[in-house]
């Protein structure tokens, strides 16, 4: 134990013993964390997460300061990835809905306390006093339609047919008492928005958003059909551009993807009627920094208590509060916000660090769905400003900040795990160990898990990985009150001790802690 105990106290030691290369004044020329660019940050994590491809927005406001697109945004006709690239945001649209009701609210024409049922009819009995409230900070109770089996992401539905999915099954919680992410908030609030409006969703979003802000780079699937694709079949070759001007650094669409028995195949889209406005939008990474950098103002909302509002931890009935509302989840770090997608094909996420002192915004969009991309979006931003990077290098641990207490962390990340039907094998609080050697730490738990099933099978092909992959997971406390989880990269431990040619495996572990860890750090999805 002593031993355990003192290797953790050199990595906790570690957490603070890192470079300050990164300079905090704006317009920094030395954009680089711990030696590496932010270019070798984003080849590297596109190689070990095998994305085809990707878009960084990098906001430095009122500036949008760096714009790139790596890879493809089509794997099978080869176009790429461009600062222009449309892709699905997935459950990022929850924030342009979140700003369509509280421009409703201001209009007059909505009320945040009204019951559902004033704009819907023929809904379930438990559902009808559901408040918008509720529905914008996922404390309805509602079921997500979105986890049903039956739901298929790709196909079209009307409105009944996905209220027909979830409308048998009972409440998660009731209203106000717990939240819990549900695409059913968000599709309803849609239905809200078409009512109180009288247009359709699609056409309030373009008219008070999209139009409003002149983003030319953002629409609904509907909206493709006007855009130029420079290649327009497999095989084709790059030609128009040379006597039609609109084929100049073309708006592309790019396609979704995943990776199966290590190879890359297009996903289908999402549907736009069954995504709705929990993740019909599309848009580019640029497009999506000038509507963060709108939001700040009151060009899409007048009034500050009502941009406000959707800027604050849910408030439920008990007097607790939940760090996260409308999307968007608050962490301890002062000032910063994200939202995240995450959908078949697509994963986007948008860093804001609000602070006078920071202004900085990443926006990250890649064409593989289940990418965290939280830690690489924080190193990005840690290469402007040190003090916003992670307070340890990914050569030591993978990390993310949580918007929970550090035990809260540890308690959601148990919860995670055990959803998955793994256990909890160990948890030990490092700061009674280190007191009883006489030394002090920060706030700190160790938690190691039971072996999952791809685990289980690779320990069998191969008993090293018993040793060396087993999930033990950090979560702490810094100084500033920022609290952090940690786990060594699975796939570089792997690679230490000599575990080869399983990649797909590895793969796969490095996703369920991932997804455990993200659930425990509060992300909404």
Not at 142 to 164: G, N, T
Not at 382 to 403: N, T
Request: aromatic share 6%; with cysteine; net charge negative.
């Amino acid at each position: 134990m002593l031993r355990q105990l003192s290797r953790f106290v050199i990595v906790i030691g570690a957490l603070v013993a890192v470079s300050t290369s990164a300079r905090a004044e704006r317009g920094n020329s030395d954009v680089q964390l711990d030696g590496q660019t932010i270019d070798m940050m984003v080849g590297d994590f596109m190689r070990d997460h095998d994305i085809p491809g990707m878009t960084l927005a990098i906001v430095q406001a009122p500036y949008i300061s760096r714009l790139v697109g790596y890879g493809v945004s089509d794997i099978d006709k080869r176009l790429l990835a461009s600062p222009k690239t449309l892709w699905n945001v997935g459950q990022m649209t929850q924030a342009y809905t979140a700003v369509a009701v509280m421009q409703l609210v201001e209009a007059g024409k909505l009320s945040l306390d009204e019951p559902l049922d004033k704009h819907i009819s023929d809904l379930p009995e438990a559902w009808r006093e559901i408040s918008l409230r509720q529905l914008m900070a996922h404390a309805s109770g509602l079921p997500d339609y979105s986890k049903q089996a039956m739901f298929q992401p790709a196909a079209e539905y009307r409105p009944e047919e996905v209220i027909a999915l979830v409308k048998d099954l009972p409440l998660t919680s009731l209203p106000g008492t717990r939240v819990a992410n549900s695409a059913t908030d968000f599709f309803l609030l849609g239905l809200v928005i078409e009512r109180a409006s009288g247009m359709s969703y699609e056409e309030y979003i373009i008219r008070n958003q999209i139009e409003r802000l002149n983003l030319k780079n953002t629409c609904f699937a509907s909206g493709f059909a006007e855009r130029k694709t420079e290649v327009e079949a497999k095989g084709g070759k790059h030609r128009k551009f040379l006597t039609d001007r609109p084929y100049i650094d073309p708006t592309e669409v790019a396609v979704g993807s995943t990776t199966t028995n290590g190879k890359s195949l297009v996903v289908p889209a999402n549907s736009q009627s069954g995504s709705f406005a929990n993740g019909a939008v599309w848009a580019s990474a640029e497009d999506i920094s000038l509507w963060d950098i709108g939001l700040a103002g009151n060009m899409l909302i007048n009034k500050k208590e009502n941009r406000d509002f959707l800027f604050h931890a849910v408030k439920l009935g008990d007097g607790s509060a939940t760090p996260s509302h409308c999307g968007w989840r608050f962490l301890g770090h002062k000032g910063a916000m994200d939202i995240r997608g995450d959908v078949p094909g697509f994963s986007c996420h948008l860093s804001r660090f609000t602070d006078p002192s920071e202004l900085l915004c990443v926006t990250l969009c890649c064409n593989k769905g289940g990418v965290e991309l939280s830690e690489l979006a924080r190193r990005i931003a840690g290469a402007f400003d040190r003090k916003i990077a992670p307070p340890v290098s990914p050569q030591l641990m993978k990390c993310m900040e949580s918007a929970y207490s550090a035990k809260a962390t540890a308690d959601r990340l148990v919860d995670a795990f055990q959803s998955q039907g793994v256990g909890l094998s160990t948890r030990i609080s490092l700061n009674t160990n280190a007191a009883k050697a006489g030394s002090e730490l920060p706030l700190t738990e160790q938690l190691t898990f039971e072996s999952t099933e791809v685990r289980l099978q690779l320990m069998l092909r191969n008993p090293l990985a018993s040793m060396t992959l087993q999930t033990t997971i950090l979560v702490w406390q810094e100084p500033s009150g920022e609290v952090w989880l940690g786990t060594r990269d699975t796939t570089e431990a792997a690679a230490a001790s000599g575990i080869n040619g399983e990649g797909e495996a590895l793969q796969q572990i490095e996703n369920e802690t991932e997804a455990a860890m993200a659930y425990a750090a509060g992300a909404c999805l």
